[in-house]
Each structure stands twice: as structure tokens, then as C-alpha cells.
């Protein structure tokens, strides 16, 4: 497994924009699938975003697609999730993860075998 750290959570006004990023330690982020994952008060983690670990292939929740954008810096081992235009609807607390036993992106929480400990993300209306 690697060991993953979130942070750029915060507080912000609908129609603004947040950067979470999330810092990988004990293996190279850039040979696996990362993605992004959301879980709202009350309600189960739900996908946002995912890429293959070539880069060639990204995922979107239909929810966040255009809005948001899943990438990584291989050499600063780290993934990043820029959320534009946000809406009250995207507070939640994020996650980040890794598929260290697959070469594919996924939209399901299942394959992913690396998680972060999570960052609140609130928008205010």
C-alpha cells in the first residue's frame, strides 16, 4: 500500500474554487490509478474522479463533470483535485486513493486499496 495525505479543504462561497491535494509516501503515486472520492453527511462515499496510471484515461461523476479536474505531479508524488464552480452540493468530506494491484482507472471504491484520512470541503450558498 501507499501511504496517503490530503489537505486544501476549507470553507468557501458557492461559485468559488478549492485545490485538495494529496501527498503519496512509500511508493511512486505514478505507477498506479488514483482517484478522488466524496462522502456528503448522512449519505455513502460516492466516486468523483479517477485517472489510469498512464494519465491517458480520466473518470468523472457526471455531478462534478467540467467542473472538476483530477491530475498528478509525479514529481512531487502528489494528486491533486481542482473544484471550480462549486455548489453547496459539493460539501462533503474527500477523499483521495490509490489501486496499487491494477493498472486502470475505476469508478468503484472496491478497487482501491490506499485511502487518505479525508478533508472537509464546505461551500456555503
Known amino acids: 500500500q501507499v501511504q496517503l495525505v490530503e489537505s486544501g479543504g476549507g470553507l468557501v462561497q458557492a461559485g468559488g474554487s478549492l485545490r485538495l491535494s494529496c501527498a503519496a509516501s512509500?511508493?511512486?503515486?505514478?505507477?498506479?490509478?488514483i482517484g478522488w472520492f466524496r462522502q456528503a453527511p448522512g449519505k455513502d462515499r460516492m466516486f468523483v474522479a479517477s485517472i489510469n496510471w498512464s494519465g491517458s484515461s480520466t473518470y468523472y461523476a457526471d455531478s462534478v463533470k467540467g467542473r472538476f479536474t483530477i491530475s498528478r505531479d509525479s514529481t512531487k508524488n502528489t494528486m491533486f483535485l481542482q473544484m471550480n464552480s462549486l455548489e453547496p452540493e459539493d460539501t462533503a468530506v474527500y477523499y483521495c486513493?490509490?489501486?496499487?494491484?491494477?493498472?486502470?482507472?475505476?469508478?468503484?471504491?472496491?478497487?482501491?486499496?490506499?485511502w487518505g484520512q479525508g478533508t472537509q470541503v464546505t461551500v456555503s450558498s
Open positions: 486513493a490509490a489501486r496499487t494491484s491494477g493498472s486502470s482507472g475505476s469508478t468503484s471504491e472496491a478497487v482501491f486499496d490506499s
Open positions: 512509500g511508493r511512486a503515486l505514478r505507477k498506479y490509478p
